[in-house]
């Protein structure tokens, strides 16, 4: 069929877009906060920083967390996967959508600090939920790339993967 790939690969995919946009959102925030145009009074910056990283932690912890959980599951439990059900479609729309937004936002209509600092800090607490939660498809996936075909996983799926082994291509 086309496109389809094994679930390590499905499984990879979506662990370097979930990682990316980690980046992404750290660069964009760096950007907002310390690079681009007239520096932020310490005042302003330190406690939108504590906000952002405090936000950040429990939005990893628990909603994002729980994402990259319920996508490794949903990977897991495709019968033939393809490389773009990496993630399903309104996560793609999302993507999208979002990115789109954020850069019009960012570049026409946040000139001023207050804008910079509500976004800087809103984007570096999404990189920081990310980055936090991205371990999520290591070691889920890293565990499901090693079971035996027809095994039944913690959630009750069972599996169509091959074993890999050490030496194998």
């Not at 760096?30 to 990283?53: H, T």
């Not at 967390?65 to 993630?87: C, E, G, K, M, T």
């Not at 960012?106 to 984007?123: E, W």
Request: proline fraction near 4%.
């Amino acid at each position: 069929m086309w496109c389809q790939v094994p679930h390590w690969a499905a499984l990879a995919l979506a662990c370097l877009v979930w990682a990316a946009g980690a980046l992404a959102c750290g660069e964009m925030a760096s950007r907002m906060l310390i690079g681009e145009g007239p520096k932020l009074a310490d005042k302003d910056l330190y406690p939108a920083l504590g906000v952002a990283i405090a936000l950040g932690a429990l939005l990893g912890a628990t909603l994002f967390r729980r994402l990259a959980n319920d996508n490794v599951s949903r990977i897991d439990a495709l019968s033939a996967p393809r490389l773009y059900q990496a993630f399903r479609l309104r996560f793609w729309a999302f993507l999208i959508l979002g990115d789109g937004v954020l850069v019009v936002l960012t570049h026409y209509y946040c000139g001023g600090n207050t804008c910079r600092l509500i976004m800087g800090s809103s984007t570096l607490s999404v990189c920081l939920a990310l980055s936090i939660s991205l371990p999520v498809f290591f070691a889920r996936g890293l565990k499901s790339c090693t079971r035996e075909e027809g095994e039944i996983d913690s959630h009750g799926l069972k599996t169509s993967l091959l074993v890999l082994e050490e030496g194998s291509p």
